[in-house]
Structures are given as structure tokens and as C-alpha cells.
């Protein structure tokens, strides 16, 4: 079991490295520059959606210095596989009032567009002034829902990455860069079905 192997450090689970944590943080500097001009004057709440955007939310944040709201969503649209299954779950109750405020939402991804695009209608029915998308990765891909990102750090191929806040089955997320997840481990989970 190679999680108990001392020498185990996930980067071996990976094909290959696409972005550095350096590569990260420098394109990190340039959207901050370009969010904090956008909104500065502005009432922005930032709406985080966990856990993937983890990383993202306090990396970005930390470099954008206007007086700004946080707060966070969780919802679950792959459930424990590459695939996504296709229903958008909220966790949350109750959501933040955003009526009369701009609203940028954080997410790690956007994939097949499901996530953000139920997110987008939910919140657009709370009055918000504005709600843009920021997203750290846009995969070149067909949505399945019609999704636009106003801000992306980085685009990608339609690959399964794990790394810098994304999982596969939970695992990867502390990676402080990100990388494309070998296929042969996403296999062997699915057999096995507990561990990646
Ligand atoms: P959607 O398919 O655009 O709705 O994306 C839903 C969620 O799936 C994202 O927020 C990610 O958490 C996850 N996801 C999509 N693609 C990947 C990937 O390549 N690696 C890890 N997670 C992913
Ligand atoms: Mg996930």
C-alpha cells in the first residue's frame, strides 16, 4: 500500500506538473491587480465555494486590498469520481444577503458548467447589484450549461487535475502546485473503490 511508504509524496500519482506554485502566485499577482481595479468603490462580497477553492480564495484574497465580505458555499456535483454526476447539491440552509452588492464567486473549476451555472441562477435570485465569475481554471471543453467566466487564471486541457485545492476522492487537495492526475490511479480507485 503506497500510502505507507515513507518515500510516498503524491507527486508520483501525477503525470505530469502543469503549474508551479511560483507559476501559481505570479498569475495570482495579475488577477488581483485586475479584480481590484474592477471593484474598488465597490460593495463586493466574495462567495467562496469550498472546498475546492480553498487555496485559490486565500491566495487571491490576500493579495486584493479593498474592504471586502467573504463568505463561503459548499454544494457537491462529483461524488468520489472523475465524472461528475450531474446534480448540484447546496449544503447550505440559508444563504448570504447579497441584496444590492457585487458578487464575485471564487471557484477552483469550471468543467462541465453545472456547478457554476446553478450557483449563478441561485444567487441571482437574491438581488444582488452584479455577480461575476473567477474561476482558477476553465478546462477547453462542451458545457453541458452555459457558463461564462469573467476572470481565469489559468485555461487547461480536458484533463482530470488534482492539486492546489482539487481533489480526486478527497486526496490531492495540499498539493501546493497543480498536475495532471495519472490515469491508471483513478482506475485502480474504481476498482478498489475506498483509497486512490
Ligand atoms: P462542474 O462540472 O463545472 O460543475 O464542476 C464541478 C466540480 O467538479 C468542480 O468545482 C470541481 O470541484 C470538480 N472538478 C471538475 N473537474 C475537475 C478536475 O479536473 N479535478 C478535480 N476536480 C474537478
Ligand atoms: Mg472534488
Do not use: W
Request: charged content about 25%; overall charge negative; some cysteine.
Amino acid at each position: 500500500m503506497r500510502f505507507a511508504d515513507p518515500k510516498y509524496t503524491m507527486r508520483e500519482d501525477l503525470k505530469k506538473i502543469l503549474f508551479h506554485e511560483s507559476t501559481i502566485l505570479s498569475r495570482l499577482d495579475e488577477l488581483a491587480d485586475q479584480i481590484t481595479k474592477e471593484y474598488m468603490g465597490k460593495e463586493l462580497t466574495v462567495i467562496a465555494v469550498l472546498n475546492g477553492s480553498f487555496m485559490f480564495l486565500s491566495d487571491l484574497l490576500r493579495r486584493i486590498p479593498l474592504p471586502l465580505r467573504i463568505d463561503c458555499l459548499s454544494v457537491a456535483s462529483y461524488h468520489g469520481s472523475t465524472k461528475s454526476s450531474g446534480v448540484v447539491e447546496f449544503d447550505q440552509v440559508s444563504l448570504p444577503d447579497i441584496t444590492n452588492r457585487h458578487v464575485l464567486i471564487l471557484d477552483d473549476i469550471l468543467d462541465s458548467g453545472l456547478t457554476l451555472n446553478a450557483i449563478s441562477e441561485r444567487l441571482g435570485n437574491l438581488a444582488p447589484k452584479s455577480i461575476k465569475i473567477c474561476v482558477l481554471l476553465r478546462k477547453h471543453k462542451t458545457r453541458e450549461k452555459p457558463v461564462e467566466a469573467d476572470y481565469v487564471a489559468f485555461d487547461i486541457a480536458d484533463e482530470f487535475v488534482v492539486g492546489y485545492g482539487l481533489d480526486f476522492m478527497e486526496h490531492y487537495r495540499n498539493l501546493p502546485y497543480i498536475g495532471v492526475l495519472d490515469e491508471t490511479i483513478a482506475e485502480k480507485a474504481m476498482c478498489a473503490s475506498a483509497t486512490p
